[in-house]
Structures are given as structure tokens and as C-alpha cells.
């Protein structure tokens, strides 16, 4: 008789199943106020201000490359309106700046990223109409959601103590439109505040290395 006897079935667990993280979280620094985060970055960023971009210019399943980065958008929306950079006269209603900036567009779980040509510690940039009247978006950087808050209408940097690779905005809800200009951006690591002390590169000089070879001078006859 089985009575309350309970078979229990264990799971052999697959050595893969448990992963050990050992790196550690970055810590962010928030900024909503431009000159407080220039301050942060000790005069060490470089910018985009997209008016280089002469016409309207689609990123949607694609990638458009700047100096400091490329961004590209491969979601479901499709609307012309979104995932381009406005120049000219706006096209669209998130492109508040008065000059040509960047209008992105994502649904939810889907990501518009900010490729960095190479590992940054800070990003930031005025941003037009990020969560209005409701959450739609958060920002992913250096492996942590970032949460811009409601109405975002003006300045948003943050600043990692580790470096990341890609800077997110990622769709939580349906529908989210939002304007981006003057993107600010260090690649300089950057310690509470103050950029780090990077030893300088040595020059190594190969003086009186140099000799002239004249083989072929030779002629044949
Ligand atoms: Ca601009
Ligand atoms: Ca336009
Ligand atoms: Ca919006």
C-alpha cells in the first residue's frame, strides 16, 4: 500500500544551471542638469547635434553611422514619423529642438541602440517627450535599466563607474515617441566626478633608425 507515500523526482541539475556572476554592477551616477554632468566629465566628451544630417534620414531596419556612434531601430513600427533623424523642417511632433535631432520609436520589449564605436562611461543628451502622461520606456546602460521617469522633457546623462557599449531605450509599453539632440558623450573613465588619471602613452622614438636603401638604383644595361 502506496499510501501517502510521494514519489519526488529530482532534477539532475545540469552543470550550466547555475552560473556564478562575479562582475560587478556599475554604479550610476543620474544627471538631469547638463552643466552638472559636463562638470562630472571634466571637459572630456565628445557631441552629436545631428545637423550634419542635410535630409530626412531613416534608421528603421538599418543602421545610420555618426562619429561616436550608429543607432538603428528593427521593431514593428513603421510610421515615417519615427527612427529618423528630422532635418529640415520637423516632420515630427518629438523633434522640439528647432534643429535637426533624432526621433525615436519603439514598442514594447523592443530596443533603439545607441552602438558606441567604442567602451564609454558617460551619455547623455537632451531628450524631448520620453514617457509623457505614461511609463512607456526605460534606458538599458552598462547592463542596468535606468529609469528616465514621467515627462522627461529636457536634460538626461548617466554616468557608469564601468564602461559600457551600447546605450537602450527600451519599449515597456506601447507606443513610445521621444525626441533626442545634442548628445554628449566620454570616453574617459571618470571617478567620483573627476575624470581618472590615465598615464600618459610613452612615445618611443626610433632616432637614427632610419636608413636609406637605395637598391634600385642600379641599371640595367
Ligand atoms: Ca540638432
Ligand atoms: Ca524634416
Ligand atoms: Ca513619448
Redesign the pocket.
Known amino acids: 500500500m502506496w499510501g501517502n507515500v510521494k514519489r519526488i523526482l529530482l532534477s539532475v541539475l545540469a552543470s550550466a544551471s547555475v552560473l556564478s556572476l562575479t562582475s560587478a554592477h556599475a554604479a550610476l551616477t543620474i544627471f538631469t542638469d547638463r552643466s552638472a554632468y559636463l562638470s562630472a566629465l571634466g571637459g572630456s566628451l565628445v557631441e552629436e547635434t545631428f545637423d550634419s544630417i542635410l535630409v530626412d534620414t531613416h534608421f528603421r531596419n538599418t543602421t545610420v553611422q555618426f562619429d561616436h556612434f550608429s543607432v538603428g531601430y528593427s521593431g514593428v513600427i513603421r510610421s515615417s514619423t519615427f527612427n529618423f533623424i528630422d532635418a529640415g523642417a520637423p516632420n515630427s511632433v518629438?523633434n522640439t529642438f528647432g534643429s535637426t535631432a533624432l526621433v525615436g520609436?519603439v514598442g514594447p520589449g523592443e530596443p533603439l541602440t545607441f552602438a558606441l564605436t567604442s567602451p564609454a562611461y558617460a551619455f547623455g543628451g537632451d531628450w524631448?517627450?520620453?514617457?509623457?502622461?505614461?511609463a512607456?520606456?526605460v534606458f538599458d546602460v552598462a547592463g542596468e535599466q535606468v529609469d528616465p521617469g514621467l515627462d522627461l522633457d529636457g536634460f538626461f546623462g548617466v554616468v557608469s563607474t564601468t564602461a559600457f557599449s551600447t546605450f537602450t531605450v527600451l519599449g515597456i509599453a506601447f507606443?513610445?515617441?521621444?525626441g533626442l539632440d545634442n548628445v554628449a558623450i566620454s570616453f574617459d573613465p571618470i571617478d567620483n566626478g573627476r575624470p581618472v588619471p590615465v598615464p600618459a602613452a610613452g612615445l618611443l622614438f626610433a632616432g637614427g633608425a632610419f636608413a636609406a636603401y637605395r637598391r634600385h638604383k642600379a641599371k640595367r644595361a
Open positions: 518629438n520609436g524631448a517627450r520620453i514617457n509623457d502622461t505614461v512607456r520606456s507606443g513610445e515617441g521621444f
